[in-house]
């Protein structure tokens, strides 16, 4: 039955059966704001899509101590966003409620993700592989939009999106409900689309996905620069060995086939250590933050991005190179 739902409130619910259900030592993080916008939603089988995406994250750290998130935040889907999510059957652009839940687990190897969904596949002793296709089955029927990012021995994160109704959608949209997401603390809310640069350059951006290229490479010569695109690490490497001094920033997808931007980050780092390089992730800046600690990156893009936090986030890594 679908009713005017709260999400933060739906999650609040479960906690107890969630705690009951998983592993002590687990350590459950919970970020639920309390002003979100409600949607036409089935509380019982968004208890049943929690208790499920939970417990295959907390089966995730396979008994070793680990971190799972679970967040609730309003968030806009654009038709660029559209493009690059995981299901999106019918989903329309628009206002929508989002639930995040990522695990510090084993991952997901890149040969499988399309396959999880698919009824009784399972990686699990005893697992029935049911978990994932009710899951699919209910945001199905919620309208709404899967997005995943996993990397074997990083972790997992999980978006689910609910479109909220139009006749649900306050007049008076809450402060911060038109710019959501804001997962850059660190990035000035007067750090507007900034598309003056005195001396454009060329841009090197590596990223497995097409569609994510494309926005990146339209945003990016918006601003005046020269985009060269590659698929894999692998690729990205090669050419920018070629002329490395050609390069005013690389950007580099840390999910990628063949070579991942972790791996990629070092070997054109170890080429010329003072080229800008911004790691792109969907994993939230403080997990990434742990596997660059020894060598951290100009800086983080989040994905999803809006087009304005990555021109944003070139004028500011630029501008701090010139200074
Ligand atoms: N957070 C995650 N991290 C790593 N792998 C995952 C995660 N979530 C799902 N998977 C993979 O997807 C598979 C399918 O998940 P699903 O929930 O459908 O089945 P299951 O957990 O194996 O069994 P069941 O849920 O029926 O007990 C899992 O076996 C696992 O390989
Ligand atoms: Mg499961």
Known sequence: MARPVDLSRIVRETEPLLRAGISKEVDLQFDLPENLQKFYGDASQIHQLI????T???EA???KP?????RTYPFTVTPDYLEQVFFRENAEPGPYVGLEISDTGCGIPPDQIHRIFDPFFSTRFSGRGLGLPVVLGIVRG???IIHLYSEPGIGTTFKILFPVAADLQETAAAPGYLTPNQTHED?????EETTE???PGQILIADDETPVRQVMREVIERAGFTVTEAQDGEEAVSIFRQDPRRWRAVILDLTMPRMNGREAFDKIRDIREDVPVIIASGFAAQDIDLQFRDRPPSAFLQKPFRTRDLSA????VLSSQDA
């Not at 208790?51 to 939970?54: E, I, K, T």
């Not at 680990?66 to 679970?70: A, D, L, P, S, Y």
């Not at 990035?187 to 750090?191: H, T």
């Not at 986030?313 to 500011?316: D, K, Q, V, Y």
């Open 61 to 63: 750290l396979e008994g």
């Open 51 to 54: 208790v499920n995406l939970v």
């Open 66 to 70: 680990g971190k799972v998130r679970i």
């Open 56 to 58: 295959n994250a907390a």
């Open 142 to 144: 919620h309208k709404g």
């Open 313 to 316: 986030l070139i004028s500011r």
């Open 197 to 199: 640069h005195p001396e």
């Open 187 to 191: 990035e000035s809310p007067d750090a």
